[in-house]
């Protein structure tokens, strides 16, 4: 894993390289199972959000780095920290502003934001607040809300007060942050 963390840094103007490093690291921390957090080198997460905010308008790398650092959050729960210091929660809105219209990409970027977000509500609500996040998730629901289930932001900072009104999705059904759009008979949250 140092090894391919290293790639990483090496090869940040390389295009094709980082994709080939993202997806090695994807499949080494893949083979570890979950709780394995701990023994990622200390930069690894900081070398993933600075080569995908180098190569933002790339949707290919976007998305295999937004699955790395998903894939962090899913397998420790005490990864949330580690994510919003290294810059992965501002890495997510950079993403949502950048591919707006994108609904596969800014699906994988709300899930990635609410693993970043986890366990530190205060936080996270000043960072949204600061990088002008709600505005960015609400212009995001109302784009792709009637093409796929999108999750707008993790269930502890969502709430009554940040609800989309009734009717502003396009599909005409509303709803509120944090459970997803109806328009594909599926209500995830």
């Given at each position: 894993m140092d090894a391919i963390v290293h790639a990483l840094c090496a090869a940040n103007q390389d295009q094709e390289n980082v994709l080939q490093a993202l997806r090695d690291f994807r499949g080494c921390y893949e083979s570890w199972g979950p709780g394995k957090v701990e023994v990622l080198p200390q930069n690894a997460v900081k070398a993933i959000t600075n080569v995908v905010s180098s190569h933002l308008p790339s949707v290919a790398l976007v998305s295999a780095g937004l699955q790395c650092l998903w894939l962090i959050g899913v397998h420790a729960s005490h990864a949330a920290a580690a994510l919003r210091l290294e810059g992965g929660l501002q890495l997510c809105l950079k993403v949502l502003k950048r591919h707006q219209s994108r609904a596969d990409i800014t699906a994988l970027a709300c899930r990635t934001l609410?693993?970043?977000?986890?366990?530190?509500?205060?936080?996270?609500?000043?960072?949204?607040?600061?990088?002008?996040?709600?505005?960015?998730?609400?212009?995001?629901?109302?784009?792709?809300?009637?093409?796929?289930?999108?999750?707008?932001?993790?269930?502890?900072?969502?709430?009554?007060?940040?609800?989309?009104?009734?009717?502003?999705?396009?599909?005409?059904?509303?709803?509120?942050?944090?459970?997803?759009?109806?328009?594909?008979?599926?209500?995830?949250?």
């Open positions: 609410a693993k970043c977000s986890s366990g530190s509500v205060a936080s996270v609500q000043a960072i949204l607040k600061e990088k002008g996040g709600w505005a960015c998730l609400m212009g995001v629901l109302k784009a792709n809300c009637t093409e796929t289930t999108v999750y707008a932001a993790p269930e502890s900072v969502a709430g009554n007060a940040y609800q989309v009104q009734k009717g502003s999705c396009t599909d005409g059904k509303g709803w509120a942050l944090g459970q997803g759009c109806q328009s594909d008979g599926i209500l995830q949250g």
